[in-house]
Each structure stands twice: as structure tokens, then as C-alpha cells.
């Protein structure tokens, strides 16, 4: 199957600063999604990017599909970026299915 | 609108127990998919449906079974719970297969 590779695994930072994580993949994808993961379990879709740059707020995301790899920024971190960030990609054949990485935990201190 | 709504948010059953969780969508979206993350894993897909009264198996299959009768549930069934079951199980949605997944808040099962 696909492998779904995300750096850093960890990652503490000062509230304030800036970060940059990223998610690495094995195959051709149609669906890249990122994911953050709150200390409650809930899993807060962030990004559907399947190419390109978005922006959203604090957060922004590029996917570069043809060398297959992706990265989130996330600038001027607060205390409430804590958590899992996932990356999870769907191949452009077979079944509808989600292949997550392991995810990058995050933890912002004040 | 709720989104993606799963019922019970927590469960404990004893090994050889059967349950079923709840899945229900209010956003009329043609896909449905039960998933479970293990500690410190990413999510694996146990079901999925791509429409009402269609099932099929994901990854990890093996000890679940799966109903969609309605558009807008979709069951995860254990039928004799194994303490390998134990895990969060999550329920996503999304209108077709080039858009987002949209997950629900996740069931915390632990079998003893």
C-alpha cells in the first residue's frame, strides 16, 4: 500500500513562533487532506489539497503533487495548536480509502 | 446542523458482548466510512458505503459488520467483542469522491 511519511514526529515550540511540518507520499494521490487532532480526540479537517496552496487564517498548506509531498505552516503559534497533525491521502485508483500517517504532535508552550 | 453525529461517545463491553454504533449524517452526503485509530497510529478504514444499501470492506475488516439501510446512517456492528477491538472508532462523510471527508467526534470503545 501507499506509505504516508510525516516530519517531525514531534515538535515543541514557544508560543509565537512559526513551524513548517511535512508529510511525504509513496504514490499518485486524487484526495490529500490535513487534519489536526485536539488534545480531546476530535479531528478538525483543516485542508482538502490535493494540489496547489490555500490559506487559511494562521494556517496555510501547499501540495506538489508531482514530487509528492505536502507541507503545513503554521505561523505565530498559539497554545491552542496543540495536538496530532495528520496528513492522509487517497490513491487516484482503488478503493475510497484514507491512508493516514502517523501524525506530527505539536505542543506549544506559553 | 450537527454534521457527522456518532452514538455512544464512550462504551466498555465484556470480551464476548455485542454492540452497535451509530452513525448519522444530516448533510445528505452519498459516502459514509467507519474508521479506527489505535494509540499513537493514524486512522485505518474498517467499512465504507457509497450509497444507501451498499457496503464494503477497507483495511481492516475483519470482526465488524456494517449496515446502511438510511442515506444518512451508518452502522458499525460487533458481534462477539475481542479486547483487540478496543480502540476510537470514527465516522466520516463527504458528498463524492474528489471532496473532504468530514468526521465525526469519535467513539471511545474499550473491551475488558
Known amino acids: 500500500g501507499i506509505q504516508v511519511e510525516q516530519s517531525p514526529p514531534d515538535l515543541i515550540l514557544q508560543e509565537g513562533a512559526n513551524s513548517t511540518l511535512r508529510c511525504n507520499f509513496s504514490?499518485?494521490?486524487?484526495?490529500l487532506q490535513w487534519f489536526h487532532q485536539n488534545p480531546w480526540g476530535q479531528l478538525i479537517n483543516l485542508f482538502y489539497i490535493p494540489s496547489g496552496t490555500k490559506q487559511n487564517g494562521r494556517l496555510s498548506a501547499t501540495t506538489v503533487a508531482t514530487e509528492r509531498y505536502s507541507l503545513l505552516y503554521i505561523s505565530s503559534s498559539q497554545t491552542t495548536d496543540s495536538g496530532v497533525y495528520f496528513c492522509?491521502?487517497?490513491?487516484?485508483?482503488?478503493?475510497?480509502?484514507?491512508?493516514f500517517g502517523t501524525g506530527t504532535r505539536l505542543t506549544v508552550i506559553p | 446542523n450537527a454534521g457527522v453525529t456518532q452514538t455512544p461517545k464512550f462504551r466498555v463491553l465484556k470480551t464476548g458482548q455485542s454492540m452497535t454504533l451509530l452513525c448519522a449524517q444530516d448533510m445528505n452526503h452519498e459516502y459514509m466510512y467507519w474508521y479506527r485509530q489505535d494509540p499513537g497510529m493514524g486512522l485505518r478504514l474498517i467499512h465504507y458505503s457509497v450509497g444507501e444499501g451498499t457496503t464494503a470492506k477497507g483495511e481492516v475488516p475483519d470482526g465488524y459488520n456494517v449496515s446502511r439501510l438510511k442515506k444518512q446512517n451508518f452502522l458499525l456492528g460487533l458481534e462477539s467483542a475481542a479486547p483487540s477491538q478496543t480502540s476510537v472508532y470514527f465516522c466520516?462523510?463527504?458528498?463524492?469522491?474528489?471532496?473532504?471527508?468530514?468526521f465525526g467526534d469519535g467513539t471511545r470503545l474499550s473491551i475488558l
Open positions: 504514490d499518485s494521490v486524487n484526495n
Open positions: 466520516a462523510s463527504r458528498w463524492d469522491r474528489v471532496k473532504a471527508k468530514h
Open positions: 492522509a491521502v487517497e490513491l487516484q485508483t482503488g478503493a475510497n480509502n484514507l491512508f
